[in-house]
């Protein structure tokens, strides 16, 4: 039985072996499986500040990685079961992908193995196929475990947006001065484009990036916060903080037909329910105002519940970052 396993042992090699796969200069087989170096394709956090001396870990920044868990649990739910919406894992799922950190020497220095989680997640690109699986699944283990992420939120230019458009010269003035190597620099751009080849690979991206910006957020108080290689100074993770709370939301008015997955009636007059995206599959929860709708109106959502079946809603969005902060049920139309 032939062997296809293919050891990584550095990062260069991961991005190294995305562009050959990319040119085709190597063909090696869809079914192979990494064996990513454990030291190297970790998660590395390393903080520092006067709230973080003898390993000691401020609410904030302990908020901070449970949020952070929260988006690579979604990130993993968008590669296995195509919606990044945590309920679709499994207890078994939530072992695996569960970083479980060791504190180092220094102020607050963190690593968590990732092996566990690239090896989970590696499992749900199998409806991909040849170069395109084997690029997903090094790309993903690349981004999670590298600054890569924090140098987007830095060097994007919109917010709301994680855009890297600038040019490489500009590009690597910005590597360093998050104390990036040229080099660096230049693997992370090609990272960037390698993960917009399938929607998979987007969303798992999206959800890293909101990950760290989570990590980001609970450091406030830290004089330095490190994540990977990408090390922020206190005048930078103030700058992105007050990037992140000036960015609006955005309303928006949307007719299309949903399932509802579930109902929860409420207190008094108001009804959460969940419901089903139509293109992607990923639900969200709208809140109703029963009082505003007619017995009809009431009989005709509760009756789609129970049949599963598609039924036409108008919605008003807020979101924020392109992700649903609320949703709010306007009417259903004729």
């Known amino acids: 039985m032939q062997n296809h ?13 995305i562009i050959a796969l ?6 090696i087989s869809e079914e192979t499986k990494f064996r990513f170096d454990r030291d190297v394709f970790s998660v590395k956090i390393y903080v520092d500040g006067d709230q973080y001396e003898d390993c000691s870990m401020p609410s904030d920044f302990a908020k901070g990685l449970v949020e952070y868990q929260a988006f690579l649990y979604k990130a993993a739910a968008a590669v296995l079961y ?30 968590a193995l990732a092996e566990k989680f690239i090896e989970r997640i590696s499992d749900g690109f199998n409806t991909m196929t040849g170069t395109q699986k084997l690029i997903a699944i090094l790309g993903c283990a690349v981004i999670l475990t590298t600054g890569a992420a924090t140098y987007y939120i830095y060097a994007s230019e919109n917010e709301a947006e994680v855009k890297i458009s600038a040019n490489s010269v500009e590009l690597e003035k910005i590597g360093k001065e998050v104390k990036l190597e040229k080099e660096q620099t230049e693997q992370f751009r090609i990272l960037a484009d390698a993960l917009k080849d399938a929607n998979e690979t987007k969303n798992f991206e999206r959800n890293v990036v909101e990950g760290n910006r989570a990590i980001i957020k609970g450091a406030a108080s830290a004089s330095k916060l490190r994540v990977g290689d990408a090390e922020l100074d206190s005048g930078k993770i103030q700058e992105i903080n007050s990037r992140g709370a000036r960015t609006k939301s955005d309303s928006v008015v949307v007719t299309d037909e949903y399932v509802i997955v579930k109902i929860e009636p409420r207190d008094g007059t108001v009804t959460k329910f969940w419901l089903s995206e139509p293109t992607t599959g ?10 505003e709708f007619s017995e009809d109106e009431l009989r005709e959502i509760w009756n789609a519940a129970r049949a599963r079946k598609r039924i036409r809603l108008e919605i008003n969005l807020v979101k ?15």
């Open 5 to 17: 396993e293919r050891y990584i042992g550095s990062i260069e090699e991961a991005i190294n072996t």
């Open 282 to 291: 990923a639900e969200f929860p709208v809140l109703m105002d029963d009082s």
């Open 82 to 111: 195509g919606v990044d919406d945590a309920r679709k894992l499994t207890k078994e799922d939530m072992e695996q992908l569960e970083l479980v950190y060791a504190i180092r020497d220094g102020s607050l220095d963190l690593q």
């Open 22 to 27: 990319k040119k085709g200069e190597l063909v």
């Open 320 to 334: 924020n970052r392109g992700v649903i902060k609320t949703a709010t049920l306007v009417s259903v139309p004729v």
